[in-house]
């Protein structure tokens, strides 16, 4: 094995300075080194692999590039068995931590074209650090858009982010939920109704995508119905993983291996196995 | 200030869009320019349907109420929406309550004009019935995205991130 690639299967201790409650069912974890091991940052859209002792681990992205020194923010929504254990951490708990994988959003690419950021439930906190980057290289980017659709208005993420993003005269910010009763001043429908409204040159964008697949697969009708190209539209893709650095092929999904050659991809390169099921 | 014609209105709204000069005079003919406050309605579930609105500004919502859990709203509408389908087929009869969110401005259309207009018509009357298929066509699509709770607990739900 690749010695490498073997070091990197090895969980590096981090402990939970600081955890709370994001909505019902989702939970952030500041975590910080425990002693003298400490990964290197995350860049926006990579991912860490979290290990809950006794539980196992699970694949989960960096949600701000914000933390401070060493320490890492992750956000988590309880799923199953790994990810209630990740939720129930309280400070002081240890957390085994690898990474960082994967490539992440481009960033780079991005720059000078106007943004049009999709996510959908948890798909916010990949898409967080990005938004933080838009915020503080504003004059490097054209338009910033951000559509968020979630399932309630109890399960919005990041409320006081989303204010703030909202009160600059500079990022249109427009959140949806699928349903809500009465009182609710903001939109109910489906993330892809609110593209129509959204200001942006489809032929000098990039749109970055994150969220349910079946969402994702919904927003690249809209927006290749707006004219945006293929190779402009990327997404963060889910697929279960066991290494995390491309020796297991668990991950793997036609020519590419999700953990190391995404979890971001550009549109142009999957577009025909997007329907293909997971094995 | 100087008050729009209807068809100077429908020029500017998407739903017409590319429309031949001489038939959006021929509908604006059916149009009056329609405003509504926050809270107030602007259709209600049962009541005969022989009217269909351009929202210009402004948002709405889909609301349906149902006893012990109260008004839901299913969905709601803002700039350049289109609004009610239900004079189209019978029983000719909202489904939905409507209400402002916000201020509203929209075009209302009288439909028992319009079908007299589009029957005079009927190359116009196909295009406008091409352009109505199109908006029920997106609304079903979002809603079939709505309705299958992606962001729900239930297997793969929960997407990637
Ligand atoms: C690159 C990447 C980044 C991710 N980032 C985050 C994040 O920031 N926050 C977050 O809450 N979650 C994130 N996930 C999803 C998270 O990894 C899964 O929810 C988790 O692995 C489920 O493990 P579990 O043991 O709790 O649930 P399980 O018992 O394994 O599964 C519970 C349900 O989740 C589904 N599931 C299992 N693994 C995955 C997976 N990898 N992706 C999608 N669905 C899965 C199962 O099919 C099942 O329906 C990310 C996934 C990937 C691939
Ligand atoms: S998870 Fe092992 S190869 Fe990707």
């Keep these: 094995m690749h010695t490498e690639a073997a070091e990197r299967l090895v969980p590096t201790p981090y402990v939970v300075r600081d955890a709370w409650q994001e909505t019902h069912n989702v939970v952030s974890l500041e975590l910080a080194p425990e002693g003298d091991g400490v990964l290197e940052p995350c860049a926006p859209g990579q991912f860490n692999m979290l290990w809950a002792f006794g539980a196992g681990e699970a694949p989960i992205s960096a949600s701000s590039v914000g933390a401070s020194g060493s320490a890492v923010l992750h956000t988590i929504r309880q799923a199953g068995n790994v990810t209630r254990a990740l939720c129930a951490a309280a400070p002081g708990d240890v957390i085994g931590l ?34 933080e980057h838009l915020e503080t290289f504003r004059d490097d980017f054209g338009r910033v858009t951000l559509l968020y659709g979630t399932r309630s208005p109890e399960d919005i993420l990041f409320r006081g982010e989303l204010e703030n993003w909202r009160g600059r005269f500079d990022f249109d910010v427009q959140v949806t939920v699928d349903t809500a009763v009465r009182g609710w001043a903001s939109n109910v429908g489906a993330v892809t109704e609110l593209l129509p409204r959204a ?29 945006v190209p293929p190779e402009w539209i990327h997404l963060s893709m889910e697929r279960n993983m066991k290494c995390a650095v491309g020796l297991c092929g668990h991950c793997q999904w036609g020519a590419d291996f999700v953990c190391k050659d995404g979890p971001v991809f550009p549109l142009d390169r999957i577009e025909g196995r997007l329907s293909v099921r997971e094995r | 200030m100087k008050i729009k014609s209807i068809d100077a209105l429908l020029n500017e709204h998407p739903f017409f869009e590319g429309m031949r000069p001489e038939w959006l005079e021929l509908i604006s003919g059916c149009g009056r320019n329609v405003a509504y406050r926050p809270g107030e309605t602007i259709a209600s579930e049962g009541k005969p349907c022989n009217e269909f609105f351009a929202v210009r500004r402004g948002q709405v919502a889909i609301e349906i109420y149902s006893p012990g859990a109260g008004a839901c709203t299913i969905q ?73 709770d992606v962001y729900g607990n239930s297997g793969r739900a929960h997407g990637s991130g």
């Design chain 1, 98 to 131: 690898r990474g960082p994988f994967g490539r992440g959003w481009p960033l780079e690419r991005a720059r000078g074209r106007d943004v049009i950021v999709m996510a959908g439930g948890i798909g916010l906190a990949p898409l967080r650090p990005v938004l």
């Design chain 1, 199 to 227: 200001v942006f040159e489809p032929e000098r964008s990039m749109a970055l995508l994150c969220g349910p697949e079946i969402m994702m697969r919904f927003c690249i009708q809209a927006l290749r119905g707006r004219g």
């Design chain 2, 76 to 148: 709601t509408l803002g700039d350049g929406a289109i609004l009610g389908w239900s004079w189209i087929l019978p029983p000719y009869v909202w489904m939905f309550d409507i209400r402002a969110i916000e201020t509203t401005h929209a075009v209302h259309f009288d439909t028992t004009c319009l079908r007299d207009k589009c029957d005079e018509s009927p190359e116009m009357g196909y295009e406008f019935m091409r352009r109505f298929a199109a908006v029920m066509s997106d609304r079903l699509r979002a809603t079939r995205l709505q309705l299958l």
